[in-house]
């Protein structure tokens, strides 16, 4: 199977993949940890690290049996979120899998933005967890740590959104990122949204 770990850090995820793959293809905004990964292995013959944004990015069409990417679509805004998933369709081979999680807004952090993304959703926006008014709402005056804008999913809205580039979505599921993230964050068992789809 050919891999592809998106925004992998040190590749907890690939790691664990590399011995059933055919090939590996690791990247990362940040070079520095790709190394380190690569480093793991004596044998690197079927491993490809790819460091920068992965919108900048560029790989064969069908040259990708699955492409995994964790917690990185809500720094997106509605048109990169277009292009990576016109990208992941186009690199994935017929039947080719995605796997990915991204963060909803019911985090504690976030929680006046709730209300908000519910009324979007409700009015059919598109994209209602999209926000740039990033100090309006986040509490724990984390703003200055991210980036001007986010832009929140949640089961509806991911699944209405992959539906669009012609994948059959599987499964689209929220669940809990206690004990993953610190408890001032966390807010009700729906912190983030997972996926898997399928490219049809």
Same mark, same amino acid.
């Given at each position: 199977m050919r891999v592809m770990e998106v925004a992998a850090? %040190? =590749? %907890?995820?690939?790691? &664990?993949?590399?011995p059933f793959s055919k090939r590996l293809t690791i990247n990362d905004l940040d070079?520095?940890?790709? @190394?380190?990964f690569k480093s793991k292995f004596s044998d690197t013959s079927k491993l490809c690290i790819v460091s920068g944004n992965i919108l900048d990015c560029s790989f064969e069409e069908n040259s990708l049996d699955a492409i995994f990417c964790s917690r990185l679509i809500h720094f997106f805004n509605p048109d990169e979120?277009?292009?990576?998933?016109? +990208?992941?369709?186009?690199w994935l081979s017929q039947h080719g899998k995605l796997f990915l /999680?991204?963060? /909803?807004p019911y985090l504690n952090n976030w929680k006046s933005f709730i209300p908000v993304f519910e009324?979007?959703? +409700? +009015? =059919? @926006? &598109?994209?209602?967890? %999209?926000? /740039?008014? @990033?100090?309006? %709402?986040?509490? #724990? =005056?984390?703003?200055?740590?991210?980036p001007k804008y986010m832009n929140f999913f949640d089961d509806d809205v991911l699944e209405t959104v992959v539906n669009q580039f012609n994948f059959k979505v599987d499964e689209c599921f929220l669940f809990s990122r206690k004990g993953f #993230?610190?408890?001032e964050i966390t807010f009700d068992g729906r912190e983030s949204v997972g996926l898997i789809a399928e490219k049809v």
């Open positions: 850090g %040190y =590749g %907890y995820i690939s790691e &664990k993949v590399y070079e520095k940890p790709l @190394i380190s979120v277009k292009v990576f998933f016109e +990208n992941c369709h186009k /999680t991204c963060e /909803t009324l979007k959703k +409700n +009015n =059919g @926006i &598109k994209f209602p967890g %999209y926000v /740039t008014q @990033i100090s309006d %709402y986040e509490s #724990l =005056g984390h703003s200055e740590n991210l #993230l610190p408890d």
